[in-house]
Nanobody, 116 residues
Framework: QVQLVESGGGLVEAGGSLTLSCAAS????????MSWYRQAPGKERELVAT????????KYSDSVKGRFTISRDNAENTVYLQMNSLKPEDTAVYYC?????????WGQGTQVTVSS
């Protein structure tokens, strides 16, 4: 059973930093790309960052490029999102996601709130 559990969200002032973690289980983590998405109130869920299975390739949305860094530890079955220079518009619920055997799996999400 695929399980994704996010942690690390919280309240931070603008300009601050947070690191989110997503612990994965139930599949061979090192074989699959992982992504972070976010959803702000009243908005659609949007892709933030993606990392390839062995971490050699990353992609970012334009809104976070240069401020956020996605990484993974395949020995720990964990993917991270380091968020720097946070802005109030980064406020959202952040989800990790993977595609496994033609199905998409999501964590429960972790709230990030950036105060101005």
């Amino acid at each position: 059973q695929v399980q994704l559990v996010e942690s690390g969200g919280g309240l931070v002032e603008a300009g601050g930093s947070l690191t989110l973690s997503c612990a994965a289980s139930g599949f061979t983590f090192s074989r699959y790309a992982m992504s972070w998405y976010r959803q702000a109130p009243g908005k659609e869920r949007e892709l933030v960052a993606t990392i390839s299975s062995i971490g050699g390739s990353t992609k970012y949305s334009d809104s976070v490029k240069g401020r956020f860094t996605i990484s993974r530890d395949n020995a720990e079955n964990t993917v991270y999102l380091q968020m720097n220079s946070l802005k109030p518009e980064d406020t959202a619920v952040y989800y990790c996601e993977t595609d496994f055997r033609f199905a998409r799996y999501w964590g429960q999400g972790t709230q990030v709130t950036v105060s101005s």
